[in-house]
């Protein structure tokens, strides 16, 4: 019996288990939760970022006030946006 594997359905079920592996380390508080705007776009580039904002894809939390507060963003929303991205050369993230 002869499977054609396609090669965008392998890098689909890695990025699944990527999501599934860091969602665990985050259960079990190896993780956190959520990431500052600096780590973000460290990550995932300020322009991913920028883009998926203005998509309305994510919305920063700002830890209060005050101008010099942290921004946050859901860690496990951005992982999912990132594995949904599709360019050539994506860089593994775990």
Do not use: H
Not at 46 to 58: C, D, F, P, S, V
Not at 72 to 88: E, G, N, W
Request: net charge positive; with cysteine.
């Amino acid at each position: 019996m002869n499977v054609l594997i396609n090669t965008y359905k392998i890098s689909d079920l890695v990025d699944a288990i990527q999501i599934g592996y860091r969602e665990c380390l985050r259960d079990r508080g190896e993780l956190p939760r959520c990431v500052t705007q600096s780590e973000a776009e460290r990550i995932y580039g300020g322009a991913l970022l920028k883009k998926w904002r203005t998509a309305g894809l994510i919305e920063p939390v700002k830890t209060g006030d005050s101008r010099n507060n942290m921004v946050l963003y859901d860690a496990q929303r951005l992982d999912i946006l990132y594995s949904s991205t599709v360019f050539p050369n994506k860089k593994q993230i775990l």
